[in-house]
C-alpha cells in the first residue's frame, strides 16, 4: 500500500472539454510528480509540485496546469482535450524534490477522450 | 533529449528460466532506479543505483550499473508467474525519465 491516492478512477470526456484529476500524496511527503502513460508506454514526466511550486515540467503544451495545496495534495487540469489525451495519468509523490529519492505512485485515472 | 532504451521491448519465458532487460544510454547517468508495473497496476519502486560497477541484489533479483554508468541490468533467476510484469529503468536529472521498458510474460 504506497499511500499515494487519486480520484476519479477513470473518466471519459469529449473533445474540447476540460478536466480535473486530483492526487493526494503519501503522508509526509512534500513533491508530487505528474505523469502521463500511454497505452504501451512508459510513464512522461508531466511537472512536479514541490511545497506548492512548479519545480520542473516535461515537454508538454500550456493547456496542462496543475496546482499543489497546503496539505500537498494536487491537481492536474487539462484544458481543451484533445485525442491523444487519452491515457492512464498517474501521480506520485516523494520525500523531497531530490532527483535521488524515491516516487511512491498512486493507482492512476484513466482519462478516456472521445 | 537525453533517452534510455531498453531491450529487449518484450520478452516471453517458461516458468523457471532466467530473465534480464538492458537499459542503455548514450551519456552518463548520475543514478539509476528500476521499477516494475504488472498488467492493470502502476510503477512500483524496486532499486536505486548510483556508484559505478554498483551490483544490488533482492532475492531472485541482481540489479548492476555499468562502470562507465552509461548501462544498467536487472537480471531475474528463476522466473516465476508473479514476476510478470513491465520493468523500467529510470534516470533521474532534473526530472524523472522512464525508459521504454521490458514486457516480461511467464509462460507456466
Known amino acids: 500500500e504506497t499511500g499515494v491516492t487519486q480520484s476519479p478512477t477513470h473518466l471519459i470526456k469529449t473533445r474540447g472539454q476540460q478536466v480535473t484529476l486530483r492526487c493526494s500524496s503519501q503522508?509526509?511527503?512534500?513533491?508530487v510528480s505528474w505523469y502521463q502513460q500511454a497505452l504501451g508506454q512508459g510513464p512522461q514526466f508531466i511537472f512536479q509540485y514541490y511545497r506548492e511550486e512548479e519545480n520542473g515540467r516535461g515537454n508538454f503544451p500550456p493547456r496542462f496546469s496543475g496546482l499543489q495545496f497546503p496539505n500537498y495534495s494536487s491537481e492536474l487540469n487539462v484544458n481543451a482535450l484533445e485525442l491523444d489525451d487519452s491515457a492512464l495519468y498517474l501521480c506520485?509523490?516523494?520525500?523531497?524534490?531530490?532527483?535521488?529519492?524515491?516516487?511512491?505512485f498512486g493507482p492512476g485515472t484513466r482519462l478516456t477522450v472521445l | 533529449g537525453q533517452q534510455v532504451m531498453q531491450i529487449p521491448q518484450y520478452q516471453h519465458v517458461q516458468e523457471g528460466e532466467d530473465f534480464t532487460t538492458y537499459c542503455n544510454s548514450s551519456t552518463t547517468l548520475s543514478n539509476i532506479q528500476w521499477y516494475k508495473q504488472r498488467p492493470g497496476g502502476h510503477p512500483v519502486f524496486l532499486i536505486q543505483l548510483v556508484k559505478s560497477g554498483e551490483v544490488k541484489k533482492q532475492k531472485r533479483l541482481t540489479f548492476q550499473f555499468g562502470e562507465a554508468k552509461k548501462n544498467s541490468s536487472l537480471h531475474i533467476t528463476a522466473t516465476q508467474t508473479t514476476d510478470v510484469g513491465t520493468y523500467f529503468c529510470?534516470?533521474?536529472?532534473?526530472?524523472?525519465?522512464f525508459g521504454t521498458g521490458t514486457s516480461l510474460t511467464v509462460i507456466p
Open positions: 506520485a509523490s516523494s520525500f523531497a524534490s531530490v532527483s535521488t529519492d524515491t516516487q511512491y
Open positions: 529510470v534516470y533521474t536529472g532534473n526530472q524523472f525519465y
Open positions: 503522508s509526509g511527503h512534500n513533491t
